[in-house]
């Protein structure tokens, strides 16, 4: 009996041993996963020592940016990304925009926009034209021409708005230009479109000489001392190249009125009118007439108040300081 219960107690201690190294194996490997594995400790440890040493490098970064960018908005070379920090990039507006491409554009005229910030749009960026953009919308209105029926005085008021008229809207879009830092020169849409080699506009004020007169069957209207009517005759279609590009980048149509530097001569059996071209709310192209002579001596003067898009030519090199120009939300931000 001594011998049977001795091996049952011998038994008992080894299964009891056995059991307690496999314990203690699962427990070491256990452990060892937790301190070495892909989700360990010292793996876990070592990857918040990483994040952590980039998280310092992107704050860093982050702020050697957000200096440069106060640097420039301090030195007039750029504005801050209404987005987040501005990243100044080694690249020119001239080598990313495309037409339709919204931009902020500097007026440098407090008055004007946001601080003198209005949205643009590209219209042009070719060797021809040069880089131009237009304002998106109406920036001001622009009066012409002066009230009159049978008025004399009004008439060749209106007469002289009429003849000056791509002279007046042209140097009103200059106003926009000399005051920007990133602007070569400035023309009102519809006039004349190419630049030269110096990125200023070619004959963009060109009149052309010879007036109108009503014909002899015509009574002379009171106080003329001659059927020439001051009116200069000359219709032309300068307008025609600024309609095509701004009809492919859909920025014709605006819900506005807006003047064209561009005149009208009418000449019909009823009467004859002068009028400057402006676009209508739903896009038509219009001859909008102020100065009118009728077969029976009349003659009428109107004003007339219409909205204003001016074009500038950007200097080449001016540089891009944030956004991608996609959208009025994320309009190239520009600096020099």
């Not at 699962?26 to 918040?48: H, Q, S, Y």
């Not at 926009?113 to 219209?123: D, K």
């Not at 000056?164 to 990133?182: G, Q």
Request: net charge negative; aromatic share 8%; with cysteine.
């Amino acid at each position: 009996m001594r011998k049977v219960k001795r091996k049952s107690n011998s038994g008992i201690t080894l299964i009891a041993l056995i059991i307690t190294i496999i314990v203690l194996l699962i427990l070491a490997g256990v452990t060892i996963n937790l301190t070495l594995g892909e989700n360990g400790i010292f793996r876990t440890a070592e990857n918040a020592g990483k994040n952590y040493m980039d998280a310092q490098d992107r704050e860093l970064a982050g702020l050697a940016d957000f200096e440069n960018a106060i640097n420039n908005i301090i030195g007039g070379t750029g504005s801050s990304s209404a987005t987040g920090t501005p990243e100044i990039k080694d690249e020119t507006l001239k080598g990313n925009a495309k037409p339709g491409d919204y931009v902020k554009y500097d007026t440098g005229i407090s008055s004007v926009g946001n601080n003198g910030m209005v949205t643009f749009r590209v219209l042009y960026n070719d060797d021809t034209n040069g880089l131009q953009i237009i304002s998106d919308r109406n920036i001001e209105d622009v009066t012409l021409g002066t009230d009159g029926d049978n008025d004399l005085v009004a008439w060749q008021a209106t007469m002289n708005d009429y003849n000056n008229a791509i002279t007046i809207l042209n140097e009103k879009a200059e106003y926009y230009a000399t005051s920007s830092p990133y602007a070569l020169d400035g023309r009102c849409v519809g006039s004349v479109p190419t630049i030269g080699t110096d990125g200023k506009f070619n004959a963009k004020n060109t009149e052309v000489e010879g007036t109108y007169s009503i014909p002899d069957s015509w009574t002379l209207p009171s106080g003329w001392s001659s059927r020439d009517t001051g009116c200069q005759k000359w219709t032309d279609t300068n307008y025609s190249t600024d309609r095509q590009a701004m009809e492919a980048a859909d920025i014709w149509i605006t819900g506005e009125y807006y003047w064209l530097a561009s005149r009208n001569v009418g000449t019909y059996s009823s009467n004859c009118f002068f009028s400057v071209h402006v676009v209508l709310a739903d896009g038509i192209l219009y001859a909008d007439g102020f100065s009118i002579v009728n077969p029976d001596g009349s003659m009428y003067a109107d004003l007339r108040e219409r909205g204003f898009r001016p074009c500038v030519s950007l200097k080449p090199d001016v540089k891009v300081i944030a956004g991608d120009g996609s959208s009025e939300e994320t309009a190239y931000e520009l600096g020099i």
